[in-house]
């Protein structure tokens, strides 16, 4: 794994994983997450990924359409700090974040494997 | 492992799930509809027909749908509501408040069914009442709310995508553990192109009438008490290609008898229109293609390359 590997992971698992996301939350977070994670090409840089990015494309859906109506004056600060604040205490999250990691370790091994060519 | 593999295929199968629900529905965040309700109320004296006072009761504001994923299965519904309520004795304002309410996700709406169920903690909430909560473990509870089965009310937003004329649509509520509920039936009368704030939309109309009402209010209610002469018609417009629901209108009146002295004539009237459809997939739109004003699919097609340009040079490189 590579520093710009890893980091282009991290891009590529969000950019990817929000757009299904808004039609799907789980899909697009395990889409996101392995497309990332075969970019990161490591197992360590594959957990991370998932780990990282997991939780913002999970929470996309809910959190991107508050920011608008914010940027877009139509919901106040007080509203969309205890919302978003809401959304961050929660179980699941931790849940889809722990199986990010694992997919993200199998799909950065997998990616690896594919670079080397082995 | 096993959580994974269980997550992805939830999700997939919740995707091609019968009866025919598009999966966006479950989950609407930014969602906004403009709603406006207004009664006027006159009142006669039944001996020489004489006006006797008027009440109008006027509310008008906006309401924002939020959603999050409250477990597997199911979907946490809130909402912000914005409302203005007016209310005028013969024809002087008496009062004007203004209600601006964030509710959190805490209803639970099922996947792939039209139930969205109280939560467990709403009916503790309900039971102690709401003076006595304890803001401190009410917040620290937030994490592990869970859906409380068996009472369910049938989600109004939306509907089967594969509804035709003729169909049946049930609202109101059901009482599992007791069997018993309120359902009263809608019926989809016609299909129509409607423009709902300057967008326009292939809609069923689902109708419900006061006969309708009535049918399911009779075992409660017993038949001497149901009220005569009132009429009323509430028409529901949904989406056709995603079942969501862009508008409503409303009317009815009647007269009632408010005693042997006074006759009461009441009109009301509302409706409901989606300014906003936020993350429903309305159209074959995601909210990103409306955002950025592409064209239906854009974003998703854009993903699919995205991921087999990765592949293919991932393989190049080898």
Known sequence: MT?????????????????????????????????????????????????L???????????????????????DLLSIVLLIGYSLIDVFIIIIAVASLVAGIIFGWIGLRVTEGE | MVIMISLISIGTVSLYADPGYDPSVF?????????????????YNVTNNALLSTHDFIMAGKITLISKRME??????GAIVEINVTEKDNGTIVSNEYFNVSAPPILAVKENT?????????????????????????????????????????????????????????YGFYNETRDEGVIVYGTVTSEKKLVISGAPYDCWIVN??????????????????????????LGLFYDKRSGWLVGLDMFGGGTISVDEQE???????????????????????????????????TSLALDILIIIAIVI?????R
């Open chain 1, 3 to 51: 520093k710009k590997s890893f980091i282009l992971g991290l891009f590529t698992s969000v950019i990817v994983g929000i757009p299904i996301a808004f039609i799907y939350d789980l899909i697009g977070t395990f889409v996101g997450v392995i497309v990332g994670a075969f970019v990161a090409a490591s197992k360590k840089g594959g957990g991370a990924v998932g780990l």
């Open chain 1, 53 to 75: 990015t997991s939780p913002l494309i999970y929470l996309s859906p809910y959190a991107i359409p508050l920011l608008v109506s914010y940027l877009q004056g139509s919901l």
């Open chain 2, 27 to 43: 989950s609407p965040n930014n969602v906004i509809y403009d709603i406006a309700i207004s009664m006027h109320m006159e009142t």
């Open chain 2, 72 to 77: 597997l299965g199911y979907v946490a519904w």
């Open chain 2, 114 to 170: 039209r139930y969205m169920y109280l939560t467990e903690l709403i009916v503790e909430l309900l039971r102690e009442g709401f003076e006595n909560v304890d803001m401190e473990e009410l917040v620290s509870r937030i994490a592990t709310n869970k859906p409380y089965s068996g009472f369910y009310i049938y989600n109004p937003f939306y509907i089967d995508t594969s509804v035709n004329i003729g169909d049946r649509i049930p």
């Open chain 2, 208 to 233: 419900i009438t006061e006969a309708e009402i009535l049918e399911a209010l009779e075992p409660l209610l017993g038949e001497e008490d149901i009220p005569e002469g009132i009429e009323f018609n």
């Open chain 2, 263 to 297: 006759n009461a004539v009441v009109d009301l009237n509302g409706e409901m229109e989606l300014v906003n459809a936020g993350t429903v997939r309305i159209a074959d739109k995601t909210y990103i293609d409306r955002i950025l004003g592409l064209p239906a699919y």
């Open chain 2, 313 to 317: 040079i991932r393989i190049r490189r």
